[in-house]
């Protein structure tokens, strides 16, 4: 077994095994000569006890009775992982059962620890298949196996002191970048639907939503649009003026986000497939030719992203769409996902014709053969992609990157295209890396109340592994939905960064108005309350982004507290969102750890009744009408009134919402929410600190930055530990 070792940043040994495949995951790279060679034969690593095992190496960890384990990005099952099997795996399962070891992604950075234990975290940059026993099969175990040679393992411990969880991400994001962020307007509504049939009908969206009084920001075109799903096509017909349509809807304040699948129809005349095919920027079989499989074209090929050639190509196709007003796109099937081969529909046939000349062949032998059909692992290792060394190598070694490439060319794409300009780009698949450049949506939930806490725990993985920005389709995507259930994850909506009703084709129609008059109401009410969080939400995004700290984490990481709360959750340093994600429930229990909390029963952006609870287990009051949250003892919140998209007019006035017992301080913070100048410091913050003094309060302002705030008041609404309220306005003179 080859093997070296290195110190990185200040927490962080890598051991490298054999000669890793270089991913991109990682930016503080280590050359040659930064690593010690390790003589002995190996036993453990890090307290980890490594072996031989199936062509490739298994690391077992013991765990004691309270480590918690966290990570793993976007899966199904617990927060604390413990339990449980998982295989990093990218694949296109729409139906995210509770026994599912895989899904869209692969993000295998783990942290493991709790308050009594010191804990660390470990990634492992590896792009095939890795198999985790977090504790199922012997609860004190858990053991990673890796079918490989080479790889590199990142390990993340502190000598001689504790580091939190917190800690542990920031380092993780230090090895790995810092995340992307959308436009200021991605943290608006935004409608989907599968499919939209038209420009009229889009259009007729957008309307409706303005003459509701519904805010709205983005309209989602999904593949219907396509001519024939041929990839970077438009059907005339459906949409005969793209760009004025764009443009148009621009005016009204709606961004359109078309669908981008892998897939190039094979078909002679269609421009991307000759070219793609003349320049030879396809996957190809072990004989060279290529590879076929079968999509929502038909049978297409699949490109291969691994060679820049193809990322630079696929990234200029998205041009004319940008020429015609398209700021942001969507990237679906990019596990890939393979409906079948025409290999394996021969097989089908074949057997087909053997159960019509013998009847005795069991149906159920069919029925088996047409489940095993779509994504079957087999195709993966049928095609192959080039390397930059002239060789190749199979898909199955690099699999977990297929998506990750592809979205690469796509940012590429806009950062050549629109240099200095934020773009939104969503993407299903995912590989660690990915967080610098695109977001990523969880794929195809269903409307089931279950997959509410799923939602919410992927937020919180997401979000160690680096994915701030995510979301999942509010509603569920597959299967009809109740307007309870819909309302109540639209208040899950309000504290989801991706904010994105979507449904499947066939399902009942979801746009607000598609219930009935009350459940309109109240949904119009809940995204208001979205809206006039946004300069609350906004302000501590942009910090965790430059602080490198989620936006969404878990209470375990605030709070020195034992307990595993799963379905409530931070979002931002002064809010914990507590959705209510059971049917029929007029409240919910609570923990509330360590300091008293205001509880905020708000309908709509500004009837709110509130209360103060001290720390404990709580059951609140919470009819459906009603959003939950809590603010934290001593601090702040920001908010404005709802607009009907960001940017529709200058907010200037700010309203601060605050619970101080003694002090407490918040960065309010303005950028133009569309160019990159922020990552240069061109944005201003105003600081606000807020002083308890005997039934009074003392309160200073102070805005500073590059920039000048727009912000010309503030009112205040002070809330002391009786919930007694407090009102005052500052000017600002800037
Ligand atoms: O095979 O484009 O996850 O959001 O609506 C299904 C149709 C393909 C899967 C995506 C979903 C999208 C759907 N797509």
């Known amino acids: 077994m080859m093997l070296k070792k290195a110190q990185i940043l200040n927490f962080t040994k890598l051991y490298r095994f054999g000669q890793p495949f270089k991913t991109d995951a990682v930016v503080r790279l280590v050359d040659d000569g930064g690593f010690e060679p390790i003589e002995a034969p190996l036993i453990t690593i890090e307290g980890m006890a490594v072996a031989l095992c199936k062509g490739g190496i298994a690391m077992t960890i013991s765990l004691s009775p309270e480590d918690r384990v966290y990570g793993l990005g976007e899966t199904v099952g617990a927060l604390n992982k413990r339990g449980k099997k998982y295989r990093l795996y990218t694949t296109d399962d729409p139906v995210h059962t509770p026994d599912k070891e895989n899904l ?4 295998p950075f783990v942290l493991v620890g709790s308050a009594l234990t010191n804990p660390f975290g470990f990634f492992i940059d590896y792009p095939s298949e890795i198999c985790l026993d977090v504790g199922f099969t012997n609860h004190n175990v858990m053991e990673v196996v890796i079918p490989s040679m080479n790889f590199d393992i990142y390990f993340i411990r502190a000598e001689g002191r504790t580091l939190t969880f917190m800690e542990i991400v920031k380092e993780f994001l230090l090895l790995t970048g810092a995340p992307y962020c959308p436009p200021k307007w991605a943290f608006g509504y935004q409608q989907s639907r599968w499919s939209y049939p038209d420009a009229k009908s889009i259009a007729e969206t957008a309307t409706r939503f303005r003459e509701e ?6 309209i989602y075109m999904d593949i219907d649009y396509m001519d024939n799903f041929k990839v970077f096509t438009v059907d005339e017909e459906k949409f005969p003026d793209f760009a004025t349509f764009t ?4 005016s009204d304040g709606f961004r359109v986000i078309p669908i981008i699948d892998p897939g190039v129809k094979i078909e002679d005349g269609y421009g991307v497939y000759e070219e793609g095919r003349r320049r030879g920027l396809f996957c190809q079989t072990r004989d060279g030719s290529f590879f076929k499989a079968a999509v929502w074209p038909g049978l297409t090929h699949l490109p291969d992203f691994l060679m820049p050639e193809t990322r630079r190509w696929w990234g200029g196709l998205c041009k004319k769409f940008l020429d015609m007003g398209v700021e942001g796109f969507w990237l679906d099937m990019n596990e890939p996902s393979i409906f079948y081969t025409p290999e394996a529909m021969q097989e089908v046939f074949n057997l087909v014709d053997e159960i019509k000349k013998n009847p005795d062949i069991p149906k159920r032998r069919l029925q088996d053969m047409l489940n095993g059909l779509s994504n079957n692992r087999g195709y993966f290792r049928e095609f192959y992609h080039r390397t930059h ?4 190598i199979s898909n199955e070694e690099i699999h977990n990157l297929y998506g990750t490439l592809m979205t690469q060319g796509v940012a590429d794409g806009f950062i050549t295209n629109m240099p200095g300009q934020r773009y939104f780009l969503l993407t299903r698949s995912s590989y660690v890396g990915l967080h610098r450049y695109a977001a990523i949506w969880t794929g195809d939930n269903m409307s089931w109340w279950e997959h509410m806490i799923a939602h919410i725990r992927m937020l919180m993985s997401l979000n160690m592994a680096g994915v701030f920005y995510t979301g999942a389709d509010i509603g569920g995507f597959g ?21 994105r009703n979507h449904s499947a084709m066939g399902t009942r129609r979801r746009e607000p108005w598609a219930f009935d008059g009350q459940a309109l109401d109240i949904m119009r009410d809940t995204i208001k309350l979205r809206y006039a969080l946004i300069p609350y939400a906004y302000s501590e995004f942009m910090r965790s982004v430059r602080e490198l700290s989620p936006f969404i984490r878990p209470l375990m990481f605030d709070f020195d507290c034992r307990f595993d709360v799963e379905d409530q959750f931070m979002y931002g340093g002064s809010v914990m969102a507590a959705p209510v994600i059971l049917p029929n429930a007029t409240g919910r229990y609570v923990l509330l750890p360590a300091v008293s909390w205001l509880y905020c029963r708000a309908s709509g952006h500004s009837a709110w009744t509130v209360s103060v609870i001290p720390p404990g287990v709580h059951y609140i009051d919470c009819p459906l009408d009603s959003t939950p949250f809590f603010i934290k003892e001593n601090s702040i919140l920001t908010l404005s009134e709802p607009v009907n998209y960001i940017g529709e007019r200058e907010i200037d006035v700010l309203r601060v919402a605050a619970f101080v017992t003694e002090t407490a301080s918040f960065t309010y913070y303005e950028d133009d929410g569309l160019t990159d100048g922020y990552k240069k410091g061109v944005y201003c913050t105003i600081q606000i600190d807020i002083a308890s003094a005997e039934g009074q309060y003392d309160i200073s302002i102070k805005a500073e930055g590059a920039m000048a705030t727009k912000i010309t008041r503030i009112d205040f609404e002070i809330y002391d530990r009786n919930a007694a309220l407090w009102r005052c306005s500052r000017h600002l003179y800037n």
């Open 104 to 107: 869209y992604g692969s993000h």
């Open 247 to 250: 443009g148009k809807l621009k």
């Open 213 to 218: 009084g519904i805010p709205c920001d983005a």
């Open 389 to 392: 060394s002239g060789g190749r």
């Open 479 to 499: 299967s009809d939905v109740s307007p309870e259930l819909q309302i109540r994850w639209m208040q899950l909506g309000v504290f989801s960064p991706l904010f």
